[in-house]
């Protein structure tokens, strides 16, 4: 095995169990100890790992960029994705908006629904994009996290717990065709776990760039998604999986 997929299998395994001995490295990849050090120093001079003795461990999550940074990344395919999401909201219902640049986008535009909307935001630029218009908004309370202007921790989670939404719409860090929607913190799979009993049906928004891609924290099936919304057709075997799982597909026409 040469030496560039030893260490994606190294970071395979930590994104899995999170700690390593270099021992049951060398066994895992068929190399010698000295060989499956050197992968873990190559590892660490990267900043992919930490080395500990006898091993190594996974590093904590990036932060994200902060939301303004996010805002301008695909901003042409988000404003696709916002334009066909528009029209499948349902005016006059009680809905969550996840944190997400994507939905804040959204966000900007559910304002102008003209019948009074019950919306429920983690995230303080969403809950200020809809003011001013005749809709409830709610923030769920809870910790500050700065870099993203949202708020998760106990107190947020029980908030949720006791709702029941119309419809949760949220993007998506990653989505992989084997293991469904993905993301960074395990604050993001909280909420999601959250969302599976309190809401009826759950809309994501994705630009292209997510498919494929994975993350450390696992946030629910391509099955438990009702309407998946990005800005073209997702690459295989994406398509078929989403048939399979009766998911709606809906491709946004570029403007």
């Given at each position: 095995?040469?030496?560039?997929?030893?260490?994606?299998?190294?970071?395979?395994?930590l994104n899995?169990?999170?700690e390593?001995?270099?021992a049951?490295?060398?066994?895992?990849?068929g190399?010698?100890i000295e060989?499956?050090?050197r992968?873990?120093?190559?590892?660490?001079?990267?900043r992919?790992?930490r080395?500990?003795?006898?091993?190594a461990?996974a590093?904590p999550p990036?932060s994200?960029p902060?939301?303004?940074?996010r805002?301008d990344?695909?901003?042409d395919?988000k404003?696709?994705?916002?334009?066909?999401?528009?029209?499948?909201v349902p005016?006059?219902?009680?809905?969550f908006?996840?944190?997400?640049?994507?939905?804040?986008a959204l966000?900007?535009?559910?304002?102008?629904?003209?019948v009074?909307?019950?919306?429920?935001?983690?995230?303080?630029?969403?809950?200020?994009?809809?003011?001013g218009?005749?809709?409830?908004?709610?923030?769920?309370?809870?910790e500050?996290?700065?870099?993203?202007h949202?708020?998760?921790?106990p107190?947020?989670?029980?908030?949720l717990?006791?709702?029941?939404?119309?419809?949760?719409?949220?993007?998506?860090?990653a989505?992989?065709?084997?293991?469904?929607?993905?993301g960074?913190?395990?604050?993001?799979a909280?909420?999601?776990?959250?969302?599976?009993?309190?809401a009826r049906?759950?809309?994501?928004?994705?630009?292209?760039?997510?498919?494929?891609r994975?993350?450390?924290?696992?946030?629910?099936?391509?099955?438990?998604?009702?309407?998946?919304v990005?800005?073209?057709?997702?690459?295989?075997?994406?398509?078929?999986?989403?048939?399979?799982?009766?998911?709606?597909?809906?491709?946004?026409?570029?403007?």
């Amino acid at each position: 095995m040469l030496a560039n997929a030893r260490q994606q299998r190294i970071l395979e395994l930590l994104n899995a169990v999170a700690e390593v001995e270099v021992a049951a490295l060398a066994a895992d990849l068929g190399v010698s100890i000295e060989t499956a050090r050197r992968d873990l120093v190559a590892l660490e001079r990267r900043r992919l790992l930490r080395r500990v003795h006898g091993g190594a461990v996974a590093l904590p999550p990036p932060s994200l960029p902060p939301v303004r940074l996010r805002m301008d990344y695909a901003s042409d395919a988000k404003a696709d994705i916002v334009e066909a999401a528009l029209p499948l909201v349902p005016a006059g219902s009680h809905i969550f908006l996840g944190a997400g640049s994507t939905v804040l986008a959204l966000a900007g535009r559910l304002a102008d629904l003209p019948v009074r909307t019950t919306f429920v935001t983690n995230m303080i630029d969403i809950a200020v994009a809809l003011r001013g218009g005749v809709h409830e908004v709610h923030l769920t309370g809870g910790e500050l996290y700065a870099d993203t202007h949202t708020l998760g921790g106990p107190e947020a989670l029980r908030f949720l717990e006791n709702r029941l939404f119309d419809l949760a719409i949220t993007g998506a860090a990653a989505l992989d065709a084997e293991h469904g929607v993905m993301g960074p913190t395990t604050a993001h799979a909280a909420i999601t776990d959250i969302l599976r009993r309190r809401a009826r049906r759950r809309m994501v928004l994705s630009d292209y760039s997510k498919f494929g891609r994975s993350d450390r924290y696992r946030q629910g099936d391509l099955a438990e998604i009702d309407v998946l919304v990005t800005d073209r057709r997702p690459p295989e075997p994406f398509p078929a999986r989403l048939a399979a799982a009766k998911v709606q597909l809906v491709i946004a026409r570029h403007r």
